[in-house]
C-alpha cells in the first residue's frame, strides 16, 4: 500500500508518501509545497492544488491521509487552514483516492503513545522509524508521521477484519422519560 500523508497549510503543505512492503515502511519522497508569500490566497490554494496533483501523478498512492482540523485560537487562520484542507482534499477526490482523516491527538498517539506530545518527539520518532537523520522543514516530517499513522492504522483494523470505517461517537442525552417509573 502506497500512503501520501499530508500536512495542510495555506502558506506551506507538507507531504510525504511512504510505501508499506510486507510489514517494512519505505519512505519514497517527501517535501514542502511553498506558495510565493506575495501571493494571494487564490494563488497559493492554486499552487497547492497543481503541487499536490504532480505529487499524485509522479507517486500514484493508493490512498491519502490528511490531519484533521482541530481547535485553532485565530479565527482566520482556522479558516485558510480549512481552506487549504479543502484543496488537498478536491486534489485527490479528482484523482480518485480514498481520502483518510486523522486527528493531531491520533498521531501523536499512533508514533509516540501520546497524544500530547510535541512535535519534535513526532519529529525524532518518524526519523527513527523510517532512518532519516534530518528533516529539511518539519511540515514534511509532520506529513510523514500523518501517513505512518494510516499505515500503522490500517494494519490494525486488518488484523481486527474491521474496515477503516471512523464512527463519529454521540453521547445519549437522558431524559427523565428514559427512566422507568416504578408502577
Not at 510505501?19 to 519514497?28: A, D, K, R, V
Not at 501517513?147 to 454521540?170: K, P, W
Request: overall charge positive.
Amino acid at each position: 500500500m502506497r500512503v501520501l500523508g499530508v500536512d495542510p497549510g495555506s502558506r506551506i503543505c507538507g507531504y510525504g508518501v511512504l510505501e508499506s512492503q510486507n510489514g517494512e515502511l519505505i519512505h519514497i519522497e517527501s517535501g514542502c509545497i511553498t506558495p510565493p508569500s506575495r501571493f494571494s490566497l487564490p494563488l497559493r490554494l492554486k499552487t497547492i492544488f497543481e503541487g499536490l496533483r504532480e505529487v499524485i501523478e509522479r507517486s500514484s498512492p493508493d490512498v491519502m491521509s490528511i490531519e484533521d482540523i482541530f481547535f485553532a485560537k485565530n479565527f482566520k487562520s482556522a479558516l485558510k487552514l480549512g481552506e487549504a484542507r479543502g484543496v488537498a482534499l478536491l486534489a485527490a477526490t479528482i484523482s480518485g483516492i480514498p481520502v483518510y482523516e486523522y486527528a493531531p491527538t491520533e498521531v501523536k498517539l499512533a508514533l509516540t503513545g501520546q497524544g500530547r506530545a510535541k512535535k519534535l518527539e513526532v519529529q525524532k520518532m518518524v526519523s527513527l522509524i523510517l532512518g532519516i537523520p534530518e528533516w529539511n522543514k518539519e511540515d514534511a516530517s509532520d506529513a510523514v508521521a500523518i501517513a505512518i499513522c494510516h499505515i500503522n492504522s490500517s494494519r490494525i483494523n486488518e488484523r481486527l477484519g474491521r474496515e477503516l470505517i471512523r464512527h463519529r461517537r454521540r453521547r445519549r442525552r437522558w431524559t427523565k422519560y428514559d427512566i422507568s417509573s416504578p408502577r
